[in-house]
Structure formats: C-alpha cells, structure tokens
C-alpha cells in the first residue's frame, strides 16, 4: 500500500499484511522518521469458522408413544423388533425398519426395509421411500411398509417443528 507522509510529503511503501497493531511499532517515514498515518479502511466483522445449526425438533407420534429427535438425540429407529426406538407390529414391516437422522440441520428419513415407506408430507404428493433418504419438514404421516390414511391405527405422524 502506498501511503505519503504528511510531514514531507514523501511516497512510502508499506506492506499492511505484516502488520500487526496491536504488537508491532507504527510504520515510519522512511525519510524524515515521522509515523504514517494509515488510511482507515473498512474493517470487516470476524467470520464464524463454524456455525452451528439451528436448533430444530422433531416429533413422532405412534399411538401413545412421542419421541421427539433433535440434536440432543440424533436418531431414532421403527421396525418389528422391540430393539427398535419405535415397535410397530405388522407383517409387512422389517425388523430394522427405517430410521430418522438428524444430520446438519436437517431430518432424515432412511428407508432400509424390503417393503418401502410411504411418506406423506403436508402439501405434497406421497410417496414410496425404498432403500433411499428424504429429508423431511413441515408435517404429515408415515407407514411402514403400506400406504396409511391419518387416522389409521399403523399411522406414524410427524412434525418438524
């Protein structure tokens, strides 16, 4: 950077990357000796190397059984094995069904099952998740392994909130 002394009015050249206010001496003149006046440049706020991400929930609801997912608790498995976070008893439901993630930020739904998940979120057209993820929001229900209306008795509802 080039900055003129305002005492002599001499052109010095100073280099601004090796400066450091805070612990190195003010730059000098190099003909009269007087301390140069650095310009004032616009100082930028300090970027974050990490942010984390908001904090969000998740809710499930299976018959009287809640289980909320959310950074606190990252994962929560369904399936026929009572090993499973959520146990629905169906034939055409697998052992280790599908499972929820919560991954930067975001819900996951991760299908791993023979038969597929049925999603049906709010707003949207419904699908069959096989052997896939999908990341959820908003609200609507789940059935594992079969279509399911809301007020079925295999219905998983959810809720992003």
Do not use: W
């Amino acid at each position: 950077m080039l900055v003129f002394c305002e005492e002599c009015g001499t052109k010095n050249e100073i280099e601004t990357d090796h400066i450091n206010i805070d612990t190195d001496p003010p730059p000098r003149c190099r003909v009269c000796d007087t301390i140069l006046l650095l310009p004032v440049t616009q100082m930028s706020e300090p970027q974050a190397t990490h942010q984390s991400p908001p904090l969000r929930l998740l809710e499930l609801r299976f018959h009287d059984h809640i289980i909320e997912i959310s950074q606190e608790r990252p994962a929560a498995t369904m399936g026929r094995q009572r090993h499973n976070d959520l146990v629905v008893q169906d034939n055409r439901v697998s052992r280790s069904h599908a499972r929820f993630e919560y991954r930067n930020g975001k819900f996951l739904l991760i299908d791993q099952s023979t038969n597929g998940t049925y999603v049906f979120i709010v707003g949207k057209k419904g699908m069959n998740l096989k052997q896939d993820e999908l990341p959820i929001h908003g609200s609507g229900i789940i059935g594992l392994g079969r279509k399911v209306t809301p007020d079925s008795p295999q219905a998983i509802h959810f809720t992003v909130i």
